[in-house]
């Protein structure tokens, strides 16, 4: 089983900008990884994702202001947050989704992922 670990979350005021970064134990197929986040009382949304190909997909909330990119030989998926907004603030979890089933529908379902790390907590003061 892959292990997931995020880290660079931090405390930043709003108009920011923090980087997070999730390693990979090991290489694995993926057919969708991405990030997450959940606010206190709130379902866990997603943020932006990474299909199989390469494509990438962004939340209306965060698009223009994020950036989601990978490292193959690293075996990291990182998150370039940029303006940040007190929404933003939230845990963020990084996940990935090895099943290609349809059944589970799009890669922005949180449902559908079955590997994810202990999240990595972003404060944005205004």
């Known amino acids: 089983q892959v292990e997931l670990e995020e880290s660079g979350g931090g405390s930043v005021q709003a108009g920011g900008s923090l980087r997070l970064s999730c390693a990979a134990s090991?290489?694995?197929?993926?057919?969708?990884k991405g990030w997450f986040r959940q606010a206190p009382g709130k379902e866990r949304e997603w943020v932006a994702i990474m299909e199989h190909g390469g494509r990438t997909k962004y939340a209306d909330s965060v698009a223009g202001r994020f950036i989601i990119s990978r490292d193959n030989a690293k075996n990291t998926l990182d998150l370039e947050m940029n303006n940040l907004k007190p929404e933003d603030t939230a845990m963020y979890y990084c996940g990935m989704r090895t099943s290609t089933s349809s059944v589970l529908g799009g890669c922005g379902r949180h449902q559908s992922y079955g590997i994810w790390g202990r999240g990595t907590q972003v404060t944005v003061s205004s």
């Open positions: 090991r290489s694995a197929f993926t057919y969708c």
